[in-house]
């Protein structure tokens, strides 16, 4: 009961007015019109450049997310694989950054990729001159060094917990290095993937101050729609809470999804022994 008591601050304060009361005035201004009830907004929707930069979002999601689980996954595992002294003082060189502000850090990759700038100087000693900056290129890179932290450590801690005598027993039983990784590894290491699967999903998605700065006006996702409509003062409310609505929606659909692998992996894990 006294860890019950602890709860409500956050049921009876927190979550009404951060969570439930901005949710109704998204919904509010997604459906109504100086008081009037209406679909207009809704039926702004037909314009299909609406629907690319939706799409484009989600498959710049869905990019950013995998190649941070390709990168990250190895990087988890050699840690893992490390003295504890020594994958501590390792991690400190992707925490840090994290100490520093998200936007900060975007400017300095403006700054890294900019005409004339360090990465461009450098590619022109090699007689390769291309535009770095404002590309889509730009945009994912910035989003992969922003969240690869975030699929990293929570990999990291689950394959720190595995029970080494299943490793162990994997070999008794005659398994190489490589069928271990397949048979044994992986599929208990599941629950970190999604959950670094999900802590980058989710955000990148909603990004918007990374394609602002790094993709310019030609590479606008949906964060970056939602905050134009909202800037446009009163006259743009209803179409950038529609816009959010349909945001909070693919954002809901991907956690399911998650949830969903996570407790289909949670049942086939009880027969993988």
């Given at each position: ?49 609406y ?14 997310t995998?190649i ?20 501590t003082?390792l ?44 590309t ?13 932290p ?12 595995l ?8 070999r ?45 006006s ?6 970056d ?7 446009l003062?009163?006259t ?5 809470s ?32």
């Amino acid at each position: 009961m006294k860890r019950k008591i602890l709860a409500y601050p956050y049921i009876f304060v927190w979550l009404p007015i951060f969570v439930i009361v901005p949710m109704l005035f998204i919904a509010y201004y997604a459906f109504f019109d100086n008081g009037h009830f209406t679909l207009e907004f809704v039926k702004n929707l037909s314009d299909s450049m609406y629907w690319s930069v939706i799409a484009r979002s989600a498959w710049m999601a869905v990019l950013a997310t995998i190649i941070c689980l390709i990168i990250g996954f190895p990087v988890a595992y050699m840690l893992s694989n490390m003295k504890k002294s020594v994958a501590t003082m390792l991690s400190i060189f992707y925490i840090l950054p994290m100490w520093m502000n998200a936007l900060l850090r975007t400017y300095a990759w403006k700054v890294l990729l900019a005409d004339g700038g360090l990465l461009s100087s450098l590619l022109g000693l090699f007689g390769i001159h291309a535009k770095l900056l404002y590309t889509q290129g730009a945009v994912l890179l910035g989003t992969v060094y922003n969240f690869l932290p975030f699929m990293i450590m929570p990999i990291y801690t689950t394959l720190m917990k595995l029970d080494r005598s299943h490793l162990e027993a994997a070999r008794d039983l005659g398994a190489n290095g490589v069928q271990t990784f397949f048979k044994v590894v992986l599929p208990l290491s599941v629950p970190g993937v999604i959950s670094g699967v999900t802590m980058v999903l989710v955000p990148s998605m909603s990004t918007f101050a990374i394609s602002k700065l790094l993709g310019g006006s030609n590479y606008a996702l949906l964060g970056d729609l939602i905050e134009q409509k909202f800037m446009l003062s009163s006259t743009g409310y209803g179409m950038g809470s529609v816009l959010s609505l349909i945001l909070l929606i693919l954002v809901l659909i991907s956690t399911a999804i998650m949830r969903r692998v996570e407790k289909d992996n949670g049942t086939e894990g009880g027969t993988l022994w």
